[in-house]
Nanobody, 120 residues
Framework: QVQLVESGGGSVQAGGSLRLSCTAS????????MAWFRQAPGKERERVVK????????YYDDSVEGRFTISLDNAKNTVYLQMSTLKPDDTAMYYC?????????????WGQGTQVTVSS
């Protein structure tokens, strides 16, 4: 069974930091690529970062470049999103996704999301 479970969301003031975690089942973690997306109320879901597992390359959205960092812990089948210098515009539900061979927004498997709220 493919599972992605996010955690680590919460409320923080602008300028603060949070680290999100996505623990994946073995199949999901071994997928060709993984990503973090976010969706704010009334807005389209947008990709924050996409990571190609085969090449170890990551691609960030311009809005988070230099502030967010994706990393992996192979021993724990976990993908992290370290978020720094947070802004109110970063407020959203954050989703982990795996396997970019198709599906909604180009990914087949999704977690349930974790809420991030940044206050000014």
């Amino acid at each position: 069974q493919v599972q992605l479970v996010e955690s680590g969301g919460g409320s923080v003031q602008a300028g603060g930091s949070l680290r999100l975690s996505c623990t994946a089942s073995e199949y999901a973690y071994s997928a060709n690529c993984m990503a973090w997306f976010r969706q704010a109320p009334g807005k389209e879901r947008e990709r924050v970062v996409k990571f190609y597992t085969l090449w170890g390359r990551s691609y960030y959205d311009d809005s988070v470049e230099g502030r967010f960092t994706i990393s992996l812990d192979n021993a724990k089948n976990t993908v992290y999103l370290q978020m720094s210098t947070l802004k109110p515009d970063d407020t959203a539900m954050y989703y982990c996704a795996a396997d970019c061979s198709g599906g909604d927004w180009g990914f087949r498997y999704w977690g349930q999301g974790t809420q991030v709220t940044v206050s000014s």
